[in-house]
C-alpha cells in the first residue's frame, strides 16, 4: 500500500514537473543521476548503443515495454528490475527507491522527447 501511494505521489511530482523547463529537473533530479550512474552508457540521451530501435523514446517503450500504454511507470520498473536480453537486471544492484526514481526520469524524459 505504501508503494502505491509513493507512486501516486510521484505521478503528481512528474505532471508538476512538465512544466518545469526539463533541463532543469533533469540536471537536479536524483533520477537523472541514478540515471547517469547505471544506465547512461548503454542509454545515453534515450538512445540504445546495442539495438538503436530499442531505445527509451515513447513510441520505442510504447512498442518493447509489455502494458507500457497501460501502466508506464510500472513498465518501466519491471524492465529496470527484471532486465531482458542485453539489459541486465538491477533488481540486486538498485533499491527500489532508486528503480522507482529512475523510472519516473525515463518516463519525464520519454514524455517530453529526450530534449537534452
Not at 13 to 18: D, G, I, R
Amino acid at each position: 500500500m505504501r508503494i502505491l501511494l509513493f507512486i501516486l505521489l510521484l505521478a503528481i511530482a512528474l505532471f508538476k514537473l512538465t512544466f518545469i523547463n526539463p533541463a532543469l529537473a533533469a540536471e537536479t533530479s536524483t533520477g537523472a543521476k541514478i540515471f547517469e550512474a547505471n544506465c547512461a552508457s548503454c542509454h545515453i540521451g534515450g538512445g540504445n548503443i546495442l539495438i538503436s530501435q530499442k531505445n527509451l523514446k515513447k513510441e520505442a517503450l510504447s512498442k518493447y515495454l509489455e502494458n507500457y500504454d497501460r501502466d508506464s511507470i510500472q513498465a518501466i520498473i519491471h524492465q529496470v528490475q527484471n532486465g531482458k536480453n542485453a539489459m541486465p537486471a538491477f533488481k540486486s544492484k538498485l533499491s527500489q527507491e532508486e528503480i522507482l526514481e529512475v523510472a519516473a526520469y525515463v518516463f519525464q524524459n520519454a514524455e517530453q522527447g529526450w530534449l537534452k
